[in-house]
């Protein structure tokens, strides 16, 4: 008899961050390639017709699990009055913001006010709460905002899960500098979300270098090597637009990101390597 395959979750981040990039999501989950989002309520293309169309997919079978994909770095400013601080209207970079949230120099009061806002701007979008929670650019895995974010989890989304970005045991390099420090973080971030008995996902994968011309097929099939069920793989796929190009330096990548996840390649990747996309509970 053959072995069944180990179902994971493939979640495409930054719903909400350009047109182009809902319109590939969109996509993409109508067709059945991947199974999870992430949405950005604060960026400037998640308006209610943006949700609208997303939750629409979910009409009569789920297709996809929704989550909300918590925003606290530029070029993205909050959601909620007087959060701190802030560079030009703006939250700090992502290099400042972890030197910040290290040296615990951040408002906790004000993280979880931020939080609690981007999840009641979800449930208002959506009309419930999101089956999951994670971070752009890792953030919930920071000092400071890991508290803030389980803490309102746990008051607020006590069913929904969280992602933690430690690596299957066996897809551990020591050269991936990113993705040491990812596993470093996510151990007191699973610590402390088992603690609080907030679910986490198993194990982690889909980081690599966005700045290079990755071979995102040959890249896909070592993400899902060791990935045990319930693992998560991270993907970003999307269309070049004016919009993305002024929010973020991952353009081209998107593209190619998209085109894999389109072709006839990807489900053969997945069979060859015994993996199948989990089905979202209704």
């Not at 290079?212 to 796929?237: N, Q, S, V, W």
């Amino acid at each position: 008899m053959a072995e069944a395959p180990r179902r994971i979750w493939l979640c495409a981040d930054d719903y909400g961050m350009a047109p182009g990039v809902n319109d590939a999501i969109r996509q993409l989950i109508a067709r059945g390639r991947i199974n999870a989002t992430s949405v950005m309520v604060g960026a400037p293309s998640f308006t209610a017709e943006e949700a609208g169309a997303l939750d629409a997919l979910n009409t009569g079978q789920t297709r996809a699990a929704i989550g909300l994909h918590v925003t606290l770095t530029a070029p993205f400013s909050p959601v909620s009055d007087g959060y701190r601080p802030l560079r030009k209207h703006h939250f700090p970079r992502l290099n400042e913001m972890m030197r910040l949230s290290h040296l615990r120099r951040l408002s906790a009061e004000r993280l979880t006010i931020e939080i609690g806002s981007q999840l009641r701007l979800f449930a208002e979008a959506f009309g419930r709460l999101p089956d999951f929670i994670d971070g752009h650019q890792h953030v919930q895995l920071f000092p400071q905002v890991r508290d803030a974010l389980l803490k309102v989890m746990a008051e607020a989304a006590p069913d929904a899960w969280v992602r933690q970005c430690g690596r299957a045991r066996g897809a551990r390099r020591l050269n991936d500098r990113k993705g040491l420090l990812l596993d470093v973080l996510s151990v007191r971030f699973r610590s402390k979300a088992a603690t609080m008995r907030i679910a986490t996902n198993p194990a982690f994968a889909g980081a690599y270098d966005f700045a290079g011309k990755a071979d995102y097929a040959a890249l896909f099939a070592r993400f899902l090597t060791g990935l045990p069920e319930g693992g998560l793989i991270m993907c970003h796929p999307g269309f070049v637009d004016a919009a993305l190009k002024s929010l973020d330096p991952l353009t081209d990548q998107r593209e190619r990101e998209f085109a894999f996840f389109e072709s006839e390649a990807f489900p053969r990747v997945l069979s060859e390597n015994g993996v199948a996309l989990a089905q979202p509970s209704t």
